[in-house]
């Protein structure tokens, strides 16, 4: 069917089908999966194990969104909120997830919105604050280079839910890590300020990588349903490492920032940047705490 703008075709449903995002038809990726707790696994661990890995999409796609209106290009900037929406989609998940297995009965909205700084989980890394498009790229190719390395493995969790969760996300986030390398090979390779930008860029994320591969009691915890992060560190080196070299950029040498008492983002410590990241996200559900949207 033709239409004489993209107004029409973005008004017009005539096919019955459920309509998300501009159009694009979404399919429920937890349809006909089993939600019950599998036998043998301590929902508690778990529960916080998906707050983990749900934390991490929420606060890096938090991030992603204060770029809208702030990309180098609209292609960019539509790319980057298209990104972030994907990670939002994941996190939603997720937490629902944790809050159905941690016998606490909160809901995705009361684990993304009252929750205090010490109870998020997620890595440090995607607190930092958005910087420079280097620094954006380079984080996002760090993030998603390790996060697909997570997830093709969660894929054949135990927990069919996290299993589910896991596979559609694989494909999201291969596409989330190959923008971000062709970016920054772009950059790497290009002007004298780009390839600086890009280095740069890489430089300010690294010490906070070693924090990615740090084995959790909580994964411990669940054999055959989490997945050991350490177990991740050979594939993400070497995903790196290629784009490096097509880059013309170092590979960073940096040491791992410091932590409070042997503890970081898994345990509730967190930058000085993720208090202010949470106001803001946080605020309007405060400010109206029995609003439903």
């Given at each position: 069917?033709s239409?004489?703008?993209?107004y ?8 019955g089908e459920?309509?998300w995002?501009f159009?694009?038809?979404?399919d ?9 707790l ?5 929902g508690?661990a778990?529960?916080?194990y998906c707050?983990?890995?749900g ?12 770029l809208v209106?702030?990309?180098p ?27 159905q ?16 700084e010490?109870?998020?989980r ?14 954006t790229?380079?984080r996002?190719?760090?993030f ?11 894929a054949?969790s135990?927990?069919?839910v ?10 999201e986030?291969t ?6 390398a062709?970016w ?27 924090e990615l591969?740090d084995?959790h ?6 054999p055959g ?6 177990e991740?560190?050979?594939e993400?080196d070497e995903?790196i490492?290629?784009v ?9 040498q940096?040491?791992p ?10 345990d ?8 202010y ?17």
């Open positions: 069917m239409f004489d703008n993209a029409q075709a973005l008004a017009a449903a005539d096919d459920s309509r995002a159009g694009t038809g979404f429920d990726p937890l349809s006909g999966v089993d939600t019950s599998p036998e043998g696994v301590d508690a778990l529960g916080a707050l983990m890995l934390d991490d999409a929420l606060i890096a796609a938090q991030r992603l969104t204060e209106t702030r990309a290009e609209l292609e960019d900037e539509l790319a980057l909120a298209n990104i972030a929406l994907d990670l939002l989609g994941q996190a939603r998940l997720l937490l629902s997830r944790a809050g297995v941690d016998a606490t009965g909160r809901d995705e909205d009361q684990l993304a919105c009252f929750r205090d010490r109870e998020f997620n890595v440090r890394l995607v607190e930092l604050p958005t910087g420079h498009f280097g620094q790229i380079a996002l190719l760090v998603s280079a390790w996060r697909l390395a997570l997830l093709r493995r969660l054949e135990r927990d069919p996290l299993a589910a969760i896991a596979a559609k996300g694989v494909n986030v596409y989330h890590r190959d923008y971000a062709q920054l090979v772009r950059l790497g390779d290009g002007t004298e300020l780009s390839h600086e930008r890009a280095q740069h860029g890489l430089d300010e994320v690294w010490p906070l990588v070693g591969f084995t009691a909580v994964e411990r915890a669940l349903t989490a997945v050991p992060a350490a991740l560190r050979e993400f995903v490492a290629q490096c070299a097509a880059a013309a950029l170092a590979v960073p940096a040491s920032r410091a932590r409070v008492g042997g503890r970081g983002g898994r509730g410590v967190h930058t000085e940047h993720l208090g990241l949470l106001a803001e996200m946080q605020s309007l559900a405060r400010a109206h705490p029995e609003a439903t949207w």
